[in-house]
């Protein structure tokens, strides 16, 4: 029995995980760029009492099976805003910015002109273009698709988009903001930069709120076994007291 209710408590931890991966949805739904998350429970594989087994002799508690998340990469629809410095990538690349500990990733295109005249993007971190930071004097610029920034007809720098490799893990850090440990290469020439627009987030507030019904009402069936089993204990102990 003591396997059942391990079992029984993974059960109820994925379904934990899950409604804050759908909080967080639910939450950037609004969010320029914002990929929502899926989360994925974790497969067994094999025998349950091998896995808990596993677990255990790997320091793993049963408790920490929970889910996996994964990126939605789908793209959101676009949103005419009429602002220079509002970009919208089409296709599978990704702004490229000065993190402090290295490249970081986004495609909330709501850039910025900072006071020292620095390109800036979610959290104020700089913008690459083809060898450093991209600086401008004014804001009043043309990007065009390939992501050349011209002022006037001055060609001022170009935006180093980013098609991160396949089987890259983005990891959310918020604001739109990702790390990603695969290796980047250039965006593929299908990607294109589109003026005066941002990406809206890719999250239907509709389903999403029908994934929260969904993982509610598996919890509720969860926490129903855990009381089954209360009362079957409790009944034992009594029979027990009896004799």
Same mark, same amino acid.
């Given at each position: 029995?003591?396997?059942?209710?391990?079992?029984?408590?993974?059960?109820?931890? $994925?379904?934990?995980?899950?409604?804050?991966?759908?909080?967080?949805?639910?939450?950037?739904?609004?969010?320029?760029?914002?990929?929502?998350?899926?989360?994925?429970?974790?497969?067994?594989?094999?025998?349950?009492?091998?896995?808990?087994?596993?677990?255990?002799?790997?320091?793993?508690?049963?408790?920490?099976?929970?889910?996996?998340?994964?990126?939605?990469?789908?793209?959101?629809?676009?949103?005419?805003?009429?602002?220079? /410095?509002?970009?919208?990538?089409?296709?599978?690349?990704?702004?490229?910015?000065?993190?402090?500990?290295?490249?970081?990733?986004?495609?909330?295109?709501?850039?910025?002109? $900072?006071?020292?005249?620095?390109?800036?993007?979610?959290?104020?971190?700089?913008?690459?273009?083809?060898?450093?930071?991209?600086? /401008?004097?004014?804001?009043?610029?043309?990007?065009?698709?390939?992501?050349?920034?011209?002022?006037?007809?001055?060609?001022?720098?170009?935006?180093?988009?980013?098609?991160?490799?396949?089987?890259?893990? /983005?990891?959310?850090?918020?604001?739109?903001?990702?790390?990603?440990?695969?290796?980047?290469?250039? $965006?593929?020439?299908?990607?294109?930069?589109?003026?005066?627009?941002?990406?809206?987030?890719?999250?239907?507030?509709?389903?999403?709120?029908?994934?929260?019904?969904?993982?509610?009402?598996?919890?509720?069936?969860?926490?129903?076994?855990?009381?089954?089993?209360?009362?079957?204990?409790?009944?034992? /102990?009594?029979?027990?007291?009896?004799?």
């Amino acid at each position: 029995m003591p396997e059942t209710l391990a079992i029984v408590e993974m059960g109820m931890r $994925a379904e934990m995980d899950r409604l804050g991966v759908i909080s967080h949805n639910l939450a950037n739904a609004s969010t320029p760029g914002f990929r929502r998350e899926i989360a994925i429970a974790r497969p067994f594989g094999g025998q349950l009492t091998a896995r808990l087994e596993g677990l255990v002799a790997s320091g793993i508690s049963p408790l920490d099976a929970g889910i996996a998340r994964v990126t939605d990469d789908r793209p959101g629809s676009l949103q005419h805003t009429g602002n220079p /410095l509002d970009i919208a990538i089409e296709g599978p690349g990704y702004l490229t910015l000065v993190g402090p500990e290295g490249a970081l990733y986004s495609r909330r295109g709501a850039l910025q002109l $900072a006071a020292n005249g620095q390109l800036t993007g979610p959290m104020g971190l700089p913008v690459m273009g083809r060898s450093r930071p991209v600086q /401008l004097d004014s804001a009043s610029v043309r990007i065009d698709e390939t992501g050349a920034i011209w002022d006037g007809d001055v060609h001022v720098d170009d935006l180093a988009i980013s098609e991160l490799a396949a089987g890259s893990d /983005l990891e959310p850090l918020g604001g739109g903001v990702y790390a990603a440990p695969g290796v980047e290469r250039e $965006a593929s020439a299908s990607t294109r930069i589109r003026q005066h627009h941002l990406e809206g987030a890719n999250v239907s507030v509709m389903r999403e709120m029908v994934l929260l019904m969904e993982t509610m009402r598996r919890f509720e069936a969860i926490q129903n076994v855990v009381k089954s089993y209360d009362d079957v204990t409790e009944q034992a /102990l009594r029979t027990i007291g009896d004799l």
